[in-house]
């Protein structure tokens, strides 16, 4: 393999030249001739190794097979490989050095190349369907004097000229309020965000999402714009509102909506029996007595546990058994709503059924995707909801009250819905990634070995 520019003489009738993949990248090869080059680039030719970078200038034609070459009058070394890359046929298979050098992942895996050419056409197409309904792209801060927009706990940082703790956001939601309080009516954000949290195939500690807010809208509208948004996006992307993804169809033209509690009833095991009903779940313990039913079930029969620490309410019952039976049955596109009021602190109650808020998230495979909500915009119940959250306590939870944010509610947030979309678990699911390492270019990853501190650098051909 070797890499670099070339400079040709068109060929009338090489319609194929003009068909090169989306990053602009053609795979063409070589015709030299010691006649041609000359004496020093054909030595110079002999010379190349694997991953050598060269530029050639000449004409396109066909060998006698068909195939587009290019006929090189003219080779120059625009680089040298030192070290040599993955073998050939194989590519780089060892998943750790891939995440760690991914440098070497892109020159020798097609598939990881096309994997992130996808994600960046992911997030063009986000912005226009966001851009051609008059939303104004914005940026807020990244570094926050108080931690908020998310249960999470936060990356701690040091600002030395001002002498103060700082902390890495965790979304950036109280802020794009702010812009709406300030009459930027539709604004959205493509924002990095930091929770200093667990790893796994679904979570990183540095991650990208999409978060929005409309006026004048609440939750049933975005509900209806995000349908309008996956079948869209899935048809750009994979061709078709039907994506494949492992071994499943995923249908984005098709969203099942289901409430919460909808959810548990439809999923509890059929084996564990007396199952909840909605009323049930609706009534004060009720949910706390399905959840104690379900755990004496799952205890003798080696089940997955509805584990919790202290004393909860009825809606943080209600979130738990919905965690523990429902969410990764979840596997078709799902939008599921109505969420309890004591686990939604930043949304607006039903006006119906003050237990519950005009909330919602979107599963697909199981993985939540996003999360939106009619935003509360009453600057008093808002102030109670985050001193309740404080009084609780816990390391994912403000230290702190959010004194400027209550005190934009009360200049007036009109009517408004927002949410956040995770794009790099979207772009799991439209590129058929099972890991969230294969969709991040540069993944969070444990020190390599200490031992290599000592060696001689590599990038001086020690």
Known sequence: ??????????????????????????????????????????????LLDLGDQIGVRG???????GELSVWVDELTLLAKALLPLPEKWHGLTDRE???????????????????????AK????????????????VETPMMHAIAGGAAARPFVTHHNTLDIDLYLRIAPELYLKRLVVGGLDRVYEINRNFRNEGISTQHNPEFTMLEFYEAYSNYQDLMKMNEELLAELAQKIAGSTIVKYGEMDLDFGKIERLSMREAICKYWPEAASNA???????????????????????????????????????????????????????????????????????????????SLTERFEIYIAGMEIANGFSELNDPAEQERRFLAQIAHGGDEVPKQLDVDYVRALAHGLP????????????????????????????????????????????????
Not at 122 to 137: G, N, T, W
Not at 416 to 442: K, W
Request: proline share 5%; net charge neutral.
């Open 1 to 46: 393999m070797l890499r670099g520019a070339v400079s040709v003489a068109p060929l009338p009738l090489a319609r194929g030249v003009e068909e090169s993949p989306a990053d602009g990248v053609s795979r063409l090869q070589i015709y030299v001739r010691k006649d041609v080059v000359g004496e020093k680039g054909f030595e110079l030719f002999h």
């Open 276 to 354: 909840p009903t909605g009323r049930e779940l609706a009534a004060p313990g009720g949910a706390k007595a399905a959840t104690e039913r379900y755990n004496i079930w799952a205890k003798s029969n080696g089940a997955k546990y509805a584990a919790f620490k202290g004393t909860l309410g009825d809606g943080e019952w209600t979130g738990l058994l919905f965690e523990t039976i429902a969410e990764d049955k979840l596997q078709q596109p799902t939008i599921l709503y109505d969420f309890p009021t004591e686990i939604s602190p930043l949304s607006k109650q039903k006006p119906d059924d003050a």
């Open 122 to 137: 992911i997030v063009q197409e986000l912005r226009r369907f966001f851009d051609a309904r008059d939303y104004v792209e």
């Open 97 to 119: 050095l891939r995440y760690r050098q991914r440098y070497l992942d892109l020159i020798v895996n097609e598939k990881s190349r096309q994997v992130f050419l996808t994600r």
């Open 59 to 65: 004409h396109l034609f066909r060998t006698k097979a």
């Open 415 to 462: 009517p408004t819905a927002g949410e956040g979309i995770g794009i790099d678990r979207l772009t799991m699911l439209l590129t058929d990634s099972h890991s969230i390492r294969d969709v991040i270019l540069f993944p969070q990853l444990r020190p390599e070995n200490a031992a290599r501190a000592g060696e001689e650098s590599e990038g001086h051909g020690g």
